[in-house]
């Protein structure tokens, strides 16, 4: 009988263990509370469904749907001991926006003590667009011994559709912007009827201590070195469509869906 159970075990960590390979080299789909429900949800109620069909039940296939269900929720914990982190980009963009072109031209850690930099990902682009999930940039590894900073150069170029009519009712002293007369904007063209497709271009370099989430730095309890969680980077854009900031997040599992806890911008 335990050998029984035992198998089950087994298959479970096996579900999780195909899981993480296929979305950690293929997929690179972040695991979100949307997603998190949906298979908690679903899961148990085909398992339900099987139960009381019985040649389903036969041949256990309620058993097998628990298992895979137990499995594929596993996915986002023990992903936290791969050894490196995904980034993950996406935008809280203005009601304008209608896609966000994001480029990580070069991310770089000093080694301790020294003048040398370690370039650990470049050249790494995401077409964001308003309300979509977080998108795959690449692996990055942040907890490497030995660094101490940071530096970052990353571009962002913002489609906006402007529509003057709509604009000029709340912003009576805003005119559509042209290349030259507004230094952020690189495109402006008449779509006819009041409407212009305007592209603004940012380029933003900072640089600054090895991130650590709030609460870390501050005294907090610290993380096993095995455990490291995906990075998010949300690309902040304005009513206007203009970039704002970008602000970092370790998403960490929960019980029930993702904690998104946010890293403070190195300062100036």
């Known amino acids: 009988m335990w050998l029984e159970k035992l198998k089950w075990v087994f298959l479970v960590i096996l579900v ?3 899981g993480i390979l296929l979305n950690e080299n293929f997929i690179h789909l972040y695991i979100s509370k949307s997603i998190f429900y949906s298979i908690l949800i679903s899961g148990p109620v085909l398992a339900v469904i099987a139960y009381f069909i019985k040649p389903a039940r036969h041949y256990g296939v309620h058993k097998f749907l628990i298992t895979l269900t137990i499995g594929l929720l596993l996915i986002p914990y023990l992903s936290l001991l791969k050894g490196y982190s995904n980034m993950f980009a ?3 963009a203005g009601v304008m926006a209608k896609e966000i072109r994001f480029k990580i031209v070069k991310f770089e850690c000093r080694k301790e003590g020294q003048d040398i930099w370690d370039t650990v990902m470049e050249n790494r682009q995401a077409i964001l667009y308003p309300g979509k999930n977080w998108v795959w940039l690449g692996r990055i590894d942040f907890s490497a011994p030995g660094h101490d900073r940071i530096r970052a150069i990353t571009e962002i170029e913002t489609d906006v559709i402007w529509d003057q009519n709509i604009i000029l009712q709340e912003h009576p002293d805003w005119g559509a912007p042209t290349p030259g007369q507004a230094p952020d904007c ?15 271009f940012h380029r933003d370099e900072q640089e600054g201590p090895v991130l650590a989430p709030k609460g ?39 019980p029930w869906g993702d904690m998104s806890v946010e890293i403070p911008r190195p300062p100036e």
């Open 186 to 200: 690189i495109k402006s063209e008449d779509l006819g009827e009041g409407k212009y497709l305007i592209t603004f």
């Open 90 to 92: 996406k935008d809280q």
């Open 16 to 18: 999780a263990v195909i």
């Open 216 to 254: 870390l730095e501050e005294g907090g309890p610290r993380l096993p070195i095995a455990i490291q969680p995906d990075l998010g980077l949300d690309i902040v854009v304005g009513e206007d469509g203009r970039f704002i900031r970008n602000a970092f997040h370790a998403l960490f599992p929960e």
